[in-house]
T-cell receptor, first 113, second 117 residues
Framework: KQEVTQIPAALSVPEGENLVLNCSFT??????LQWFRQDPGKGLTSLLL?????REQTSGRLNASLDKSSGRSTLYIAASQPGDSATYLC????????????FGKGTKLTVNP | GAVVSQHPSWVICKSGTSVKIECRSL??????MFWYRQFPKQSLMLMAT?????????EQGVEKDKFLINHASLTLSTLTVTSAHPEDSSFYIC?????????????FGPGTRLLVL
């Protein structure tokens, strides 16, 4: 059974700092891995999607890496801003005839002005 | 980008009543939609997969008779929480699938917060 773990559960940083969020998964048989942002009481916004054949994806100040063999992904946020404050969720799409996503519990990020 | 809406955004109901939540794909057709539930400080847990024109597939531990899913068209899926109880209070999020093969992407709705008194 695929399990996704995110560390740390919460992170508080001063504005301008670079930071890394971690995600690990137990089964390397995945189609892709996706990072989402969730604001309080809101739905999910997709940030980056990495296919299993890819090593990383970049969008603006965000860079996500994937090491499928070790079951790890990182989300790097450069020059953090207060507007980046949110919960960041990692999810993997499992192999096996389904489009099912398995989510981690998320990392709650607070960027202080 | 693809937009998914949910209605209502929040609902408060008395214990024992039924609540219907709608999930719509606004600018694309989705043969498959998913329903998730999220408890405070917990991850999203998949409840069921909704397929247009056929019965939904429920995850282990989810009562199909309690959480009725109807995917009547390519743009609408509904989740009905029957005889709701306080323990059903949660944040319900749907997603709609678009794309082909491994390029398929789920687009998520804004969620519906349910409070059962």
């Amino acid at each position: 059974k695929q399990e996704v773990t995110q560390i740390p559960a919460a992170l508080s940083v001063p504005e301008g700092e670079n930071l890394v969020l971690n995600c690990s998964f137990t089964d390397s048989a995945i189609y892709n891995l996706q990072w989402f942002r969730q604001d309080p009481g809101k739905g999910l916004t997709s940030l980056l999607l990495i296919q299993s054949s890819q090593r990383e994806q970049t969008s603006g100040r965000l860079n996500a890496s994937l090491d499928k063999s070790s079951g790890r992904s990182t989300l790097y946020i450069a020059a953090s801003q207060p507007g980046d404050s949110a919960t960041y969720l990692c999810a993997v799409r499992v192999v096996g005839g389904s489009e099912k996503l398995v989510f981690g519990k998320g990392t709650k990020l607070t960027v202080n002005p | 980008g693809a937009v998914v809406s949910q209605h209502p955004s929040w609902v408060i109901c008395k214990s024992g009543t039924s609540v219907k939540i709608e999930c719509r794909s606004l600018d694309f057709q989705a043969t498959t939609m998913f329903w998730y539930r999220q408890f405070p400080k917990q991850s999203l847990m998949l409840m069921a997969t909704s397929n247009e024109g056929s019965k939904a597939t429920y995850e282990q531990g989810v009562e199909k008779d309690k959480f009725l899913i109807n995917h009547a068209s390519l743009t609408l899926s509904t989740l009905t929480v029957t005889s709701a109880h306080p323990e059903d209070s949660s944040f319900y999020i749907c997603s709609a699938l678009t794309g082909t093969s491994i390029q398929e992407t789920q687009y998520f709705g804004p969620g519906t917060r349910l409070l059962v008194l």
